[in-house]
């Protein structure tokens, strides 16, 4: 498996070379889902206490 530094870099010169001028959207959401689904556990963890 590929890891997240790798990830990134290949990432970042895919898209940049498909749509330069969006790249930084495209990218900011692929990292806001990245980080949810990597964190959601530990996010819910911390918010379900606080919420009950």
Known sequence: MIS???QHE????YIGRITPHSSR???NMW???HFFHE???SIMK???PWTL
């Open 4 to 6: 997240f530094p790798a």
């Open 46 to 48: 911390t918010l379900v």
């Open 25 to 27: 959207c495209i990218a």
């Open 31 to 33: 990292h806001s889902a």
């Open 39 to 41: 964190n959601s556990l």
């Open 10 to 13: 290949i990432f970042h010169a």
